[in-house]
């Protein structure tokens, strides 16, 4: 009998555990998952050099970091946001190729690829940012037909080769492709734009090419004819591939210098518009944590 009572009293202490438990410490854990962020892909920001990356990089928690073939990404979180940086290195071969990599690798929500630029508008100043509401191709044309002793002549070459294409079996494919910037992305930049106070955010047109254009003639030709803000080696090459996997881009460039108003280059652009750029990219996390 005195066994039997013993046995009830340490089933009434193990309930009373229990029920604790789930009445206190379950409490908990659900306002704890009140308080998580919801899950979401990270966002990919890519930086062509170290000077244009690395701070970036600098600023992650919990990093871990990837060589894939010669590129490099560092995971890692942001403000609890789960963020990827990304080295493309230089042109439109590199970023391109680090692009697909990081949409196959990391499955990202969005892609900003962002970094330092050459000005082509005579209105915007050393530290002014541009908002790429579009992105084209300056280095894909289609040259006049000359014969030899003909010479050659940049400022004729006005046929855009459209890399492309709707219509694949045309093989002379010319039209001028621009690759238009996330609306969500820009809003994201918009809500950025209040904390930015070293020159202006506008709205513009970024020009990718192959090519450092140092011609003031050619400079006014992109500017007049394609609508260049400015111009920079990958920001076309990567809207590219995004579109093609359907993901969500926009490209962000400061302008490191300006020759078309003496704007003489300034090495800390580059830290500037990636602090710019991580802002952009948490409040656009933050807006889609707020949709779940």
């Not at 908990?28 to 244009?52: F, T, W, Y």
């Not at 002549?153 to 890399?163: I, Q, S, Y």
């Not at 011609?215 to 260049?228: A, P």
Request: hydrophobic residues 40%.
């Amino acid at each position: 009998m005195m066994q039997f009572k013993s046995l009830m009293g340490i089933v009434s202490v193990c309930a009373a555990l229990v029920l604790s438990g789930c009445n206190g410490d379950g409490s908990s854990d659900r306002n704890n998952q009140v308080q998580e962020k919801p899950k979401l892909q990270p966002i990919v920001i890519q930086g062509a050099l170290p000077v244009e990356s690395e701070r970036m990089a600098s600023k992650l928690e919990n990093v871990s970091v990837e060589t894939i073939g010669g590129w490099k990404f560092w995971k890692g979180t942001y403000k609890g946001y789960p963020m990827v940086v990304s080295k493309t290195r230089m042109g439109m071969s590199n970023s391109a190729a680090a692009t697909a990599i990081a949409i196959q690798h990391y499955q990202p929500i969005a892609i900003i690829n962002q970094g330092t630029s050459g000005g082509h508008d005579p209105d915007l100043k050393v530290f002014d940012i541009v908002l790429g509401k579009y992105t084209t191709n300056i280095g894909a044309f289609k040259t006049p037909n000359k014969p030899i002793g003909g010479g050659s002549n940049a400022l004729e070459w006005n046929e855009a080769f459209d890399v492309l294409p709707e219509d694949e079996s045309d093989p002379e494919p010319i039209a001028i492709r621009k690759f238009e910037g996330d609306k969500e992305l820009l809003i994201a930049a918009y809500k950025a734009k209040v904390h930015y106070s070293k020159g202006q955010v506008v709205e513009g047109t970024i020009g990718s090419a192959d090519t450092w254009n140092n011609e003031l003639d050619r400079i006014n030709f992109f500017h007049t004819k394609y609508g260049t803000s400015v111009e920079e080696m990958e920001a076309a090459s990567v809207a590219q591939i995004a579109q093609q996997f359907k993901v969500p881009f926009l490209g962000v460039r400061i302008l490191s210098n300006n020759i078309t108003n003496n704007g003489a280059y300034d090495p800390a652009t580059g830290e500037a518009c990636q602090d710019y750029a991580l802002e952009v990219a948490e409040q656009y996390m933050k807006a889609k944590a707020d949709a779940k």
